[in-house]
Antibody, heavy 119, light 112 residues
Framework: QVQLQESGPGLVKPSETLSLTCAVS?????????WGWIRQPPGKGLEWIGS???????YYNPSLKSRVTISVDTSKNQFSLKLSSVTAADTAVYYC????????????WGQGTLVTVSS | QSVLTQPPSASGTPGQRVTISCSGS????????VNWYQQLPGTAPKLLIYSNNQRPSGVPDRFSGSKSGTSASLAISGLQSEDEADYYC?????????????FGGGTKLTVL
């Protein structure tokens, strides 16, 4: 079955760019579906960051849109997140997940990776 | 402040039936389907209910979802200790800024 695994630095300095990758196994991204990023600050709720179609079409949370870039690399079967100008408020567990279509639910999810923004 | 409103906590004893509410508006729940996620302690969220009332394969029929107007509910019958988790509702929002996914703030379910 499809599995997703996030990876990237666990510590990012304020004002720098957070970069994460989600490796997909058990399914070829180029075959379709949408792929998304969701985050969860420690002890708080979930926040959708944005999603990408296998073709590269993207759509983002309006509150983060100016700082977010999501891209896909079908040759490596992975997709990535870049969040610029980070602050302590961006400290969170970042999850990647699959959606069957643009406005559907997310399933499955990766295990998540904690990113701390601190100098 | 989450766009969708959930009670922060709920509780019940084993065997009881518990419901968790999720309140939204015409731009989200009122015009789109609702999905529910279960997050067990220390784990990633897992899809529990999709399209208002559909259960993915493997989810026990003790879990059910419903939607009416701008509100939705998750019901858990025959409560079990392993149901102790955080539950989140989610929907697409078609407001002026949208469309985008909105989540409820989450409800922590305690099995007494």
């Amino acid at each position: 079955q499809v599995q997703l695994q996030e990876s990237g630095p666990g510590l990012v300095k304020p004002s720098e760019t957070l970069s994460l990758t989600c490796a997909v196994s058990g399914y070829s991204i180029s075959s379709g579906y949408y792929w998304g990023w969701i985050r969860q600050p420690p002890g708080k709720g979930l926040e959708w960051i944005g999603s990408i179609y296998h073709s590269g079409s993207t759509y983002y949370n309006p509150s983060l849109k100016s700082r977010v870039t999501i891209s896909v690399d079908t040759s490596k079967n992975q997709f990535s997140l870049k969040l610029s100008s980070v602050t302590a408020a961006d400290t969170a567990v970042y999850y990647c997940a699959r959606a069957v279509d643009r406005r559907s639910w997310f399933d499955p999810w990766g295990q998540g990776t904690l990113v701390t923004v601190s100098s | 402040q989450s766009v969708l409103t959930q009670p922060p906590s709920a509780s019940g004893t084993p065997g009881q039936r518990v419901t968790i509410s999720c309140s939204g508006s015409s731009s989200n729940i009122g015009s789109n389907t609702v999905n529910w996620y279960q997050q067990l302690p220390g784990t990633a969220p897992k899809l529990l209910i999709y399209s208002n009332n559909q259960r993915p394969s493997g989810v026990p029929d003790r879990f059910s979802g419903s939607k009416s107007g701008t509100s939705a509910s998750l019901a858990i019958s025959g409560l079990q200790s392993e149901d102790e988790a955080d539950y989140y509702c989610a929907a697409w929002d078609d407001s002026l800024n949208g469309p985008y996914v909105v989540f409820g703030g989450g409800t922590k379910l305690t099995v007494l």
